[in-house]
């Protein structure tokens, strides 16, 4: 879409796929909780928050050891532990409905039902202001990435959340994905209002006293910087796939790097494993982007050449 | 919740491989009570922060107490005095001492030590006799310092106080049991002492409760965060077999 880079207003106040946001860079699923938890975060930079990832049900979680340290990264399998979605809508969406910016709530299902059964559950409820499908989480046995791997099955879940909510539909994408290309056209034709690339990359360490995996899940999701240049190319061929708007992810800790993805086709950015690093770290993506932004908003630098 | 720049005042050698740091941290020093601790934020230094126990505060100084034992426990102790790091802190539910137990017995194996001279001060401010047992490899490893009204040391080889462990040196009545240590000693105290409380150690992403990676599993099946529910539990509500041991040797010297 050509205007997404046109009008880019690097830390104003935007509209995307349907979601009001406050400034152009959220708190990612999974790293901000249920927005309670980070008292030192200057909520005036939030453009919005998606909370972490739930299902209709309470989930215990994955077995520790949850998260390794890798080079400028980590692995995290966090199983998806959290509470059902009668708790969201009873104890955090009430206390969201009077929050200055938007809280998406991430979804998570086994089968295309419980994604559907879920975004019915929350249509309509104050304090939600949309839905971040995700179809792109590493770290369950079942549904999750499975889904986000292949155009048809992503299509099938986006288009039975769809007709289920009036809530704008964001789908949140996989880097494993074999075209990811092809799954965000799927996804668009099933009805997303937008597209967020990407979720973390399935990585594996080992112990080598032990000769075993060193999470207990045995596999995990990589974030953090060591996958920014990835995740940018990915968020750019998403963006050049689509006419819908794509929000970039993946590694973005100083504001350069939210640049970045905004050059690279994206209208919004999430920071996810900064925030563990630095409880402010979106306050100063946010600061960094007003101060390196021109008079009239538009963000310095060269425009991204047509390949 | 303080996120602070600290410069690094002082330190000293308190066993074999075992060093206090002292960072000057006012803020974090006036709020903190036994059993919290700091997450520690180094640059240059690895991507998450590393949190430690805070050892013992003095005026505004926060002291921890480390050996190395990766790359950010091997950066702290190449700092120099006047280099900064970042501390996030006060972190976490420390212990809560009960002023009509009368006595309270500190347990600490290796490392372990950190929690305990905030404790036993506190506990005396209250009125307690404090008893603090702690146990190590061999002599050279055990902490030369130690507060309260007694002592009892243990090793391994003997060269020191009781042959055995900090829990085999313990003295009846204990009294309220306060515990920091290597798993295996906790999980064995907690057999023993159920309604101790204890300071666990996990892997840790944020330290502040968002990212559910420090996850500690209680026997009613729950997991819940060591930075945020602990990292001081009471031993028998700890679902020990299903805790696993950090893959560093942390509280072991
Ligand atoms: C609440 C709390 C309080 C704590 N308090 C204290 C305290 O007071 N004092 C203290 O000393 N510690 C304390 N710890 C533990 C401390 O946080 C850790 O020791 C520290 O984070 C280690 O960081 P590091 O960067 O030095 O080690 P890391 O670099 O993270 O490495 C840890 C260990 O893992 C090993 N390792 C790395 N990769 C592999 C691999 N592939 N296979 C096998 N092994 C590998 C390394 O050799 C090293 O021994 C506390 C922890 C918690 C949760
Ligand atoms: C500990 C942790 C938990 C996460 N949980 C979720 C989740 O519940 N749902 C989801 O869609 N993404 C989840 N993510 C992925 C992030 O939202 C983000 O896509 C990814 O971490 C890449 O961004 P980053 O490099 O800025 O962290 C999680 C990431 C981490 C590190
Ligand atoms: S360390 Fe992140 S929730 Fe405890």
Redesign the pocket.
């Known amino acids: 879409m050509s205007d997404a880079r046109d009008g880019l207003t690097p830390a104003g106040p935007l509209e995307v796929g349907g979601v009001h946001l406050a400034t152009p860079v959220m708190a990612a699923s999974g790293t901000f909780g249920f927005g309670t938890e980070v008292p030192l975060c200057d909520r005036r930079a939030l453009g919005g928050m998606v909370c972490k990832g739930i299902f209709l049900e309470p989930r215990a979680g994955a077995p520790p050891p949850r998260i390794v340290?890798t080079p400028s990264g980590m692995l995290n399998a966090i199983g998806l532990q959290g509470p059902g979605v009668e708790t969201v809508i009873r104890e955090y969406a009430p206390l969201w409905a009077t929050w200055p910016f938007p809280v998406l709530v991430n979804l998570n299902g086994e089968t295309v039902e419980e994604y559907a059964e879920l975004a019915a559950r929350l249509d309509g409820v104050a304090g939600v202001s949309g839905l971040e499908v995700n179809i792109s989480c590493p770290n369950v046995e079942r549904g999750g990435m499975l889904f986000g791997q292949d155009p048809d099955l992503a299509a099938a879940v986006t288009a039975a959340v769809r007709v289920r909510t009036r809530l704008p539909v964001w789908v949140k994408l996989t880097p494993a994905a074999g075209d990811i290309s092809a799954v965000a056209r799927a996804c668009e034709e099933a009805g997303a209002d937008a597209l967020c690339a990407v979720n973390t990359f399935v990585g594996m360490?080992?112990?080598?006293?032990t000769g075993q995996p060193?999470l207990g899940f045995r596999t995990g999701g990589l974030s953090g910087p060591a996958i920014r240049p990835l995740a940018v190319y990915l968020a750019h061929r998403v963006a050049q796939a689509v006419r819908i708007p794509v929000i970039g992810i993946g590694g973005i800790t100083r504001p350069e790097d939210a640049l970045e993805f905004l050059l690279a086709g994206c209208r919004a950015v999430q920071v996810g494993t900064a925030t563990f690093v630095d409880p402010n770290a979106i306050g100063r993506v946010v600061e960094g982007l007003r101060r390196r932004s021109t008079p009239d908003g538009a963000p310095p630098g060269h425009r991204l050449r047509p390949a | 919740m303080h996120d602070l720049q600290a410069p690094l005042v002082g330190r000293r050698r308190v066993a074999r491989d075992a060093f206090v740091l002292g960072f000057r941290a006012g803020p974090i020093a006036r709020e903190v009570r036994a059993g919290q601790?700091v997450n520690v934020l180094l640059r240059p230094g690895?991507l998450l922060r590393?949190?430690?126990?805070v050892?013992r505060t003095e005026g505004e100084i926060v002291e921890?107490?480390?050996?190395?034992?990766?790359?950010?426990?091997?950066r702290l102790l190449e700092l120099r005095e006047g280099d900064r790091v970042g501390l996030l802190g006060p972190l976490?539910r420390g212990f809560a001492l009960d002023p009509s137990a009368g006595r309270v017995t500190l347990v600490s194996g290796g490392?372990g030590v950190?929690?305990m001279p905030m404790a036993a001060r506190q506990a005396r401010a209250m009125g307690l006799h404090v008893c603090w047992v702690h146990g190590a490899r061999t002599a050279a490893d055990l902490c030369s310092e130690w507060e309260g009204d007694e002592i009892c040391w243990a090793t391994e080889d003997g060269s020191r106080g009781v042959r055995g462990t900090a829990l085999e040196a313990v003295p009846e009545p204990a009294g309220q049991v306060l515990a920091c240590g290597p798993l295996p000693m906790l999980a064995a105290l907690a057999r023993r002492w159920p309604e101790a409380q204890v300071?666990v150690?996990?892997v840790?992403g944020c330290g502040t409760g968002v990212c559910l990676g420090?996850a500690v599993p209680l026997t009613s099946g729950v997991y819940t965060r060591?930075?945020t529910e602990g990292?001081v539990y009471r031993a028998g509500a700890v679902a020990w077999e299903r805790l696993p041991a950090?893959?560093?040797?942390?509280?072991e010297t």
Do not use: K, N, Q, Y
Request: charged fraction near 20%; hydrophobic fraction near 40%.
């Open positions: 340290e360490a080992l112990d080598v006293r060193r | 601790f690895p590393r949190p430690f126990s050892h921890l107490v480390l050996r190395a034992v990766g790359e950010g426990t091997g976490g490392l950190a929690p300071a150690e996990t840790m420090c060591a930075c990292p950090p893959a560093h040797a942390g509280w």
